[in-house]
């Protein structure tokens, strides 16, 4: 028993006894009980090639962390308070690493909830670990088949998500281009789940924009040259490029396509929201253009958007809790998915089963998430829809001078 629960115990006992006069006889509520220890798994990419997306999202985790020890847990309806721990792990950009992390934080750790991961190759690969054991796992990364079966179209049960889908983003890229007067489009992409996905729905929307797909390059994230794929992309005469992929591979990326053809217009995902794009790039950043989560242009979202006290809030805190580190749309994503958890586990009674915790949880996930404004924007979750997001909650940005700008369809 911990000195916090023998004080409690200790507490009660003289209430029952009568020597507590005070609380006995003032009618107000008696201590509240300590109840078991909430375990909420959190596995990311902290190391490897998507730590400029991981570590944000590990240092988000270790800040909430603390958030709760300060205040001393949380209290469920029925009046008992729970310690939470949120047992982190680093899963080194590695699928492997990311399908052990995930088995142990359920089979051996007996966390209820599990937030990973930063990688949508690495979430696809631990879905039937989540799957198999019942537990709810919410990921930090973009790819539509980590909640949708690609096979059978249908929502997977146990796994949700916080980033915006890979479609909403193109949704965004296609207008753009269309808006501009483009017709022919090159794709670059890294072969992996992220830039698959990337690949599929940008085909899809631009398609159905109208815009041809005259070449699509593949090429690996440990990749730093590619003369091969630009020649193919000057061949083709395309008059844009679209580069699905995350840092640092999508800035070499970028500045081969600028370095080329300093003239071509540049679409990319939002997997590159993060100053790692910016900083990597360098001067081939400026004017590329692509969607993003509004913390990335705060000062531009007006007073009156549900999500600005919010997003103002855990600027501060990580800001704070890092001395200064740079903000990060992914660390938001970290945030919504463990906010969200916490959300479920306050509605949570004492003495539940550890399997009824996960399915309570899991249930309320699916149908109280209604309206809730995280980082990543206003969510609405259903049976159907275990992201909760649309379009609506990236705006386009454009970069200058080295900094994010709001580039609304107003200036296009």
Known sequence: MSIRSKILAIVTLLAIVGLDVTACNSGTSQETGQGVTYKIGFNSSATGASASLGLPEAKTAEMIQKQINDQGGITGPDGVKHDVKIVIYDDESVADNAVSNVTRLIQEDEAVAVVSTTGSGTTIAHI????????????????????????????????????????????????????TG???????????????????????????????????????????????????????GCQAVE???TPPVASLATVAVHTALPEIPITLGHGVCNQAFIDTAGAAANGTVFPCGKITVLDQVA???????????????????????????????????????????????????????????????????????????????????????TKESLLFVTVEDGRWVAFPESEW
Request: proline share 4%; hydrophobic share 35%.
């Open 303 to 389: 007073d009156s958007d549900p999500q600005k006290t919010v997003l103002q809030k855990y600027i501060d805190d990580y800001t704070a809790f890092t001395n200064g580190e740079p903000i990060s749309t992914f660390g938001g994503h970290a945030w919504d998915a463990v906010e969200m958890t916490l959300n479920a586990l306050e509605s949570l009674n004492d003495g539940m089963s550890l399997e009824e915790q996960r399915t309570a949880v899991r249930d309320y996930l699916e149908n109280q998430i209604q309206g809730w404004p995280g980082i990543g924007g206003v969510f609405t979750m259903s049976p159907a829809d275990h992201n909760g997001l």
């Open 128 to 179: 039937p670990v989540c799957e198999e054991n019942e537990t709810p796992c919410i990921s930090m990364a973009s790819a539509q088949p980590i909640t949708v079966n690609a096979d059978t179209g249908e929502t997977y049960r146990w796994m949700f998500k916080t980033p915006q889908t890979n479609g909403h983003a193109g949704e965004w890229q296609a207008a753009y281009l269309k808006a």
């Open 182 to 236: 483009v017709s022919s489009v090159c794709i670059l992409y890294t072969d992996d789940g992220y830039g698959k996905d990337c690949l599929a729905n940008f085909k899809a929307t631009a398609e159905a924009a109208g815009l041809e797909i005259v070449y699509e390059g593949a090429y690996a994230t440990s990749d730093t040259e590619f003369s091969a794929q630009i020649a193919q992309v000057q061949a083709s």
């Open 243 to 245: 580069v699905g992929s």
